[in-house]
């Protein structure tokens, strides 16, 4: 079956089908509407939402400081302006990739053209004993930030964070800004450490440190305790009784792949995809947190959880949807907001593991980049709190130039000399 923008216009045809109400869902619906696509296009959101990001959710929206709009990568109002359907409420429960068409659970059955699976990741869950107590917390929806701002809003609450990844992090910075006591919990004895090493880890630490943030490292929760049905405190599996009104466990995300694995699709750490984001199914594509895709800068496949990822991902999806040649290959990128840091990454941290560490600028301070150097080459920088310098990291980590690392850090050489 063939579709162009101008076989498909008749709404009976089968057309775009998007499932999932992330931003990699929102990029994807804005991007065949602004590549001339007339025929139908349905997003099967999932949530209750109109198709919004995740970033704000730790960061300004739960701290108050930011509304809904902040949420939305495409207002409300763009949808039905761009005959764009959105199902929300509504799931994907089974997907016939033979007969090209999708169940939905609220009993009908959509046929597509192409499909797109943008469902996202949700948060890991360990069965902690007493998780199931009120005032323990995962966090991942607006749903979740709704709440629980609701309860960190006044301050003076004891908060426990189990994990110590960038949503930990950002989270427990958020809570603490808001006036309220934070424990945190973490496997790593330095927080970030396996993402960005032990150095760099600690700049983040010593500044939720001087916040006020008490780190139990490494720790995990042997025992969420409560009383009459309330979180009251976590036993550490060190043996220390944390008091808590609050309890977040952030311990990562796990990507979405029951619909597509059901299906026969490939999965493999994700939604196995080939750089234009095609599945093994003819017509299904993933694209976002659950697609698993082949970069070509490393020759490896690479699940990225992250914004950029999720906005390059969804337009890529769009175009190879199209049937025009498109090939994710941007540098990896993220960025993350916690207190006064603020840093960008770019980078393939898959390769950072032995490689040398280049600082320009000071890490006391806290405004340097980083660089990793690995044989001579830039594969991953980091700027925190420096600004304008990401495309001339990305640049030397696209053109696999040797770099002088003498020059490297120094920071009177500008990067694009180097
Ligand atoms: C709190 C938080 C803060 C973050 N901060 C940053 C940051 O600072 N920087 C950064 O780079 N990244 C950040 N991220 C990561 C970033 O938000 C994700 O990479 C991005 O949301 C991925 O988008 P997505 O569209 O792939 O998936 P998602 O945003 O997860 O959306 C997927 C959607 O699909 C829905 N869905 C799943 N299954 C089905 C189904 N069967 N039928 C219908 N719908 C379904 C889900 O309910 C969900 O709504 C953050 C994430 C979180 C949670």
Redesign the pocket.
């Given at each position: 079956m063939s579709h162009s923008p101008s076989t498909a216009a008749n709404g009976t045809d089968p057309g775009m089908v998007i499932?999932?109400?992330?931003?990699?869902?929102?990029?994807a619906a804005e991007t065949l509407r602004r590549e001339g696509w007339q025929g139908p296009v349905t997003v099967?959101?999932?949530?209750d939402?109109t198709?919004?990001?995740?970033?704000?959710?730790?960061?300004g929206f739960?701290a108050g400081k930011e509304g809904v709009d902040a949420l939305l990568p495409l207002p409300e109002s763009w949808y039905p302006e761009h005959q764009v359907s959105v199902l929300r409420g509504?799931?994907?429960?089974a997907l016939d990739t033979a007969a090209h068409t999708v169940s939905?659970?609220n009993g009908e059955t959509l046929p597509y053209a192409k499909l797109l699976l943008?469902?996202?990741?949700?948060?890991r869950r360990i069965p902690f004993p007493g998780v199931d107590l009120a005032g323990v917390h995962t966090?991942?929806?607006k749903a979740?930030?709704v709440a629980l701002r609701e309860q960190l809003s006044g301050g003076g609450k004891n908060v426990v964070m189990v994990g110590s990844g960038?949503?930990g992090m950002?989270?427990a910075a958020t809570a603490t800004e808001l006036g309220n006591q934070v424990a945190l919990l973490g496997l790593e004895e330095v927080p970030l450490s396996v993402a960005i090493g032990a150095e760099l880890g600690t700049v983040f630490t010593a500044r939720h440190r001087e916040a006020g943030v008490r780190f139990e490292l490494p720790a995990s929760a042997a025992e969420i305790q409560g009383s009459g049905g309330n979180v009251t405190s976590v036993l550490t599996t060190t043996g220390v009784t944390l008091p808590a009104d609050i309890v977040i466990v952030a311990v990562g995300?796990a990507p979405?792949t029951?619909?597509a694995a059901a299906a026969g699709i490939t999965v493999n750490n994700g939604i196995e995809v080939d750089s234009s984001l095609r599945t093994s199914a003819p017509d299904v594509f993933a694209?976002?947190?659950?697609?698993n895709a082949l970069h070509p800068f490393t020759g490896t496949h690479l699940r990225?959880?992250?914004?950029?990822?999720?906005i390059a991902?969804?337009k890529v999806a769009a175009l190879s949807m199209l049937g025009q040649d498109a090939v994710l290959d941007d540098i990896p990128?993220?960025?993350?907001?916690q207190f006064d840091l603020g840093m960008e990454y770019s980078g393939f941290g898959t390769l950072t593991g032995d490689a040398e560490l280049v600082v320009r600028g000071s890490l006391e301070t806290r405004e340097f980049i980083a660089f990793w150097v690995r044989g001579g080459r830039v594969v991953a920088g980091m700027n925190v709190n420096t600004w304008d310098v990401q495309e001339a990291i990305k640049g030397l980590i696209s053109s696999r130039r040797t770099v002088d690392t003498a020059r490297l850090a120094d920071p009177q050489t500008p990067l694009e000399d180097i």
């Open positions: 499932i999932g109400g992330g931003l990699a869902a929102a990029t099967v959101a999932g949530e939402e198709p919004y990001q995740r970033p704000p959710l730790s960061k739960l509504v799931r994907a429960a939905l659970d943008a469902t996202g990741a949700a948060p966090f991942r929806t979740d930030a960038w949503i950002e989270i995300v979405n029951e619909l694209a976002g947190d659950v697609a990225s959880e992250h914004w950029a990822n999720a991902g969804g990128y993220f960025y993350t907001d």
